[in-house]
């Protein structure tokens, strides 16, 4: 895929002929952030990097997106569920790979990556992998020839155990009909974004804030467009859906929740615009509105899996009584 978009590697990244996406960010409930940022301090806190260690086991798990993926992606119920984990080692570089569904597609891709450290080169080659593992992925979708007929929306995650650096965010997209990929860039003032790092809570509290809130949203974003894009796709497939589903799902059902899901995004959107443009009091009802949308979305869309969680029936009075 490097070769298909004619790239020198003596150029550096940022003369590389990489075309961009906007990316855009959907603001996430206050509460939602909080839990956040408050999992990922306490583990940065349990698991304390220790220089001895080879692994540095706990300035990974901080570095890790896992908390934000658990979190956001509860907003969805179970309509999103991660269908492939894979650890690789190649070489120096280790990487652990997420994929994830919604219905029919796979609109969702997110890697944890160990890069040896710094070079351009070796971020081109860390693009490469993803487009690669993208265009792996695509053909999981059903679409002509096994390409999938929907964008994939890579995340990839540097979590550099130097701690002299912080870990870094890309975003990349994948469309498989052109079979043809961009890297998302965020227009900020008079400049774009591509790399987003998130920094040390016990360094500085501020910057992480700040940092975790602007990934959290633009992930949140993606995940929406690829509910909306994997829902619009699976839309005339109901022959395909299996024991769970309702078969007499039709057009009119799909389209109220496509319908909710196009507004809770609009609605996400406008909030994380109305906050940057310093207008912070009507941002938390703006995303009450976005969420109510999107519960409305979920809760009408076509089942796809068993949505009830494993402890719904427990009795909690019941299990107190018991020695």
């Given at each position: 895929m490097i070769a298909d978009k004619h790239f020198d590697p003596c150029l550096p990244l940022s003369k590389a002929p990489i075309e961009n996406f906007p990316l855009r960010r959907s603001r996430i409930p206050t509460s939602s952030f909080n839990s956040i940022a408050h999992e990922i301090d306490l583990v940065k806190v349990q698991y304390q990097r220790n220089s001895h260690h080879p692994l540095h086991l706990g300035y990974k798990s901080y570095a890790s997106l896992a908390p934000i993926f658990n979190h956001l992606l509860a907003k969805f119920q179970s309509l999103y569920r991660t269908t492939t984990q894979a650890h690789v080692v190649e070489g120096t570089m280790s990487k652990f790979k997420y994929s994830y569904q919604a219905f029919l597609f796979f609109p969702i891709l997110h890697e944890e990556i160990q890069l040896p450290t710094g070079s351009d080169l070796a971020k081109l080659d860390a693009i490469a992998e993803i487009v690669l593992d993208c265009s792996g992925q695509n053909a999981h979708g059903p679409g002509q020839a096994g390409r999938s007929t929907i964008p994939i929306y890579a995340i990839l995650c540097n979590p550099y155990l130097n701690q002299s650096k912080v870990p870094t965010v890309r975003f990349i997209k994948f469309e498989g009909a052109s079979r043809s990929f961009f890297v998302g860039a965020e227009a900020r003032k008079n400049s774009q974004t591509e790399v987003y790092g998130l920094y040390q809570p016990d360094v500085d509290p501020f910057m992480f804030s700040k940092s975790l809130r602007g990934i959290c949203d633009i992930i949140f974003d993606l995940l929406l467009l690829g509910f909306i894009d994997s829902m619009k796709a699976s839309r005339g497939l109901q022959f395909a859906f299996g024991k769970f589903d309702y078969a007499e799902e039709d057009a009119e059902?799909?389209?109220?929740?496509?319908?909710?899901?196009?507004?809770?995004?609009?609605?996400?959107?406008?909030?994380?615009?109305?906050?940057?443009?310093?207008?912070?009091?009507?941002?938390?009802?703006?995303?009450?509105?976005?969420?109510?949308?999107?519960?409305?979305?979920?809760?009408?869309?076509?089942g796809w899996y068993p949505r009830e969680n494993a402890m719904t029936h427990w009795n909690v009075d019941e299990i107190d009584r018991r020695p």
């Amino acid at each position: 895929m490097i070769a298909d978009k004619h790239f020198d590697p003596c150029l550096p990244l940022s003369k590389a002929p990489i075309e961009n996406f906007p990316l855009r960010r959907s603001r996430i409930p206050t509460s939602s952030f909080n839990s956040i940022a408050h999992e990922i301090d306490l583990v940065k806190v349990q698991y304390q990097r220790n220089s001895h260690h080879p692994l540095h086991l706990g300035y990974k798990s901080y570095a890790s997106l896992a908390p934000i993926f658990n979190h956001l992606l509860a907003k969805f119920q179970s309509l999103y569920r991660t269908t492939t984990q894979a650890h690789v080692v190649e070489g120096t570089m280790s990487k652990f790979k997420y994929s994830y569904q919604a219905f029919l597609f796979f609109p969702i891709l997110h890697e944890e990556i160990q890069l040896p450290t710094g070079s351009d080169l070796a971020k081109l080659d860390a693009i490469a992998e993803i487009v690669l593992d993208c265009s792996g992925q695509n053909a999981h979708g059903p679409g002509q020839a096994g390409r999938s007929t929907i964008p994939i929306y890579a995340i990839l995650c540097n979590p550099y155990l130097n701690q002299s650096k912080v870990p870094t965010v890309r975003f990349i997209k994948f469309e498989g009909a052109s079979r043809s990929f961009f890297v998302g860039a965020e227009a900020r003032k008079n400049s774009q974004t591509e790399v987003y790092g998130l920094y040390q809570p016990d360094v500085d509290p501020f910057m992480f804030s700040k940092s975790l809130r602007g990934i959290c949203d633009i992930i949140f974003d993606l995940l929406l467009l690829g509910f909306i894009d994997s829902m619009k796709a699976s839309r005339g497939l109901q022959f395909a859906f299996g024991k769970f589903d309702y078969a007499e799902e039709d057009a009119e059902k799909w389209d109220v929740s496509i319908n909710h899901a196009e507004i809770a995004l609009k609605k996400f959107r406008e909030a994380a615009e109305q906050y940057q443009n310093g207008r912070l009091g009507c941002c938390d009802d703006i995303v009450e509105e976005g969420m109510q949308a999107l519960n409305t979305a979920v809760e009408s869309s076509p089942g796809w899996y068993p949505r009830e969680n494993a402890m719904t029936h427990w009795n909690v009075d019941e299990i107190d009584r018991r020695p």
